[in-house]
């Protein structure tokens, strides 16, 4: 339909006969670029519930790129161009997409009516696109009910933009419907502008200050992801990171634990666009132990799909292994078809 920029092109599986999921490729209709989204049928590589999860694009590309702003770990902004936005349409297309897939699939049933999770972490900065994510989740939340599943919450998340956070408090208050919680990923305090340089746009203690009354707002403490690197460096780059335990403790002197939760996740570099080791997990199981010890509320994670380079924004507009078969290609109208039946 031509209300829609983005077409289903492919998939990948993640993991051993996909136990971690499944990476969708859409082809975007202005350029050359393939949009990524993701289904997991957990939402975490450690905790195991009835939730599946799903990761879903913003952009083609990423707009940060566009004004040289691009993280330096991530593969979207550093090899794909930035070709434009997405509508809300084509972001809740690709949400109502993923469940369908999930309720029509035959080889996993226990997939059909579990519960929804939905993250806004995919190709793009979620917090340069806020209006379009807002109509999106509203959208998505009403299509939901349609189809008679339960949304357990949306994540939204930003490197930075406090804009967008004080729009989110808003509309919490005001606006939606079902549960939305905020993502904030601040990765570093010193040297932050290094590794994201839209740190010299908006310091991220903007952000930490726009955040410091969500937990009054919400009843649930906005949570601040930090990723772990280990001698992480970028090609052409004559500076190296790492995110050892005196790095961390530096990141968590910003932060009350009685106003913020954390999640560390191991990062999944790209080589094409770094170097960097892996993180040793007896380093990471101390640095938890330590925030644990502060008095926060942290989970350690590890990547979906580590040898497919399909977290942390490595998803870099890869084309997919798998075409998609007729009844997925029907699941899309199907969807597109709901869209419009709404709006």
């Given amino acids: ?9 492919g998939y990948d599986v993640l993991g051993s006969v996909g136990q971690d999921g499944l990476r969708y490729a859409w082809r975007y209709k202005y350029g050359k670029n393939f949009v990524e989204s993701a289904a997991f049928p957990q939402r975490s590589t450690t905790k195991r519930d009835n939730i599946c999860g799903y990761t879903t694009s913003v952009s083609a590309g990423c707009a940060l790129r566009s004004f040289g702003a691009q993280c330096a770990f991530c593969r979207t902004g550093n090899v794909l161009p930035f070709c434009g936005p997405l509508s809300y349409r084509d972001i809740a297309k690709q949400n109502i997409f993923m469940v369908l897939s999930d309720m029509n699939c035959e080889d996993h049933p226990e997939l059909h009516n579990r519960t929804r999770e939905f993250a806004y972490m995919g190709q793009g900065e979620p917090g340069l696109a806020y209006a379009q994510v807002r109509c999106a989740i509203e959208l998505t939340n009403r299509a939901m009910e349609e189809l008679g599943q339960t949304v357990h919450r949306h994540i939204f998340a930003t490197s930075g933009v406090p804009e967008s956070i004080e729009a989110l408090k808003d509309d919490i208050k005001n606006y939606y419907t079902q549960r939305v919680t ?12 290094l590794l994201m340089p839209i740190e010299k746009r908006w310091s991220y203690k903007e952000s930490l200050y726009a955040m410091k009354d969500m937990y009054d707002l919400m009843g649930e403490k906005p949570c601040v992801g930090i990723l772990l690197f280990k001698n992480f460096q970028p090609n052409s780059k004559a ?20 106003k913020y939760r954390l999640s560390f996740c191991t990062y999944n570099p790209a080589e094409d666009i770094c170097d960097s080791a892996l993180y040793p ?8 132990n330590y925030a644990h010890d502060l008095g926060f509320e942290a989970k350690l994670f590890s990547s979906f799909g580590q040898e497919k380079q399909t977290a942390c924004g490595t998803l870099g507009g890869k084309i997919a292994d798998h075409l998609p078969s007729e009844r997925w290609i029907a699941l899309e109208k199907e969807a597109e078809n709901i869209i419009c039946g709404l709006i």
């Avoid at 005196?246 to 932060?255: M, R």
């Fill in 281 to 288: 997990i007896e380093e990471a199981e101390q640095i938890l």
């Fill in 1 to 9: 339909m031509e209300n829609f920029l983005i077409s289903i092109a």
């Fill in 239 to 258: 500076y190296s990171y790492s995110n050892e335990l005196e790095n961390i403790k530096k990141i968590l002197a910003e932060l009350d634990p009685k």
């Fill in 182 to 193: 905020l993502h904030f990923s601040l990765h570093a305090a010193e040297s932050r502008d």
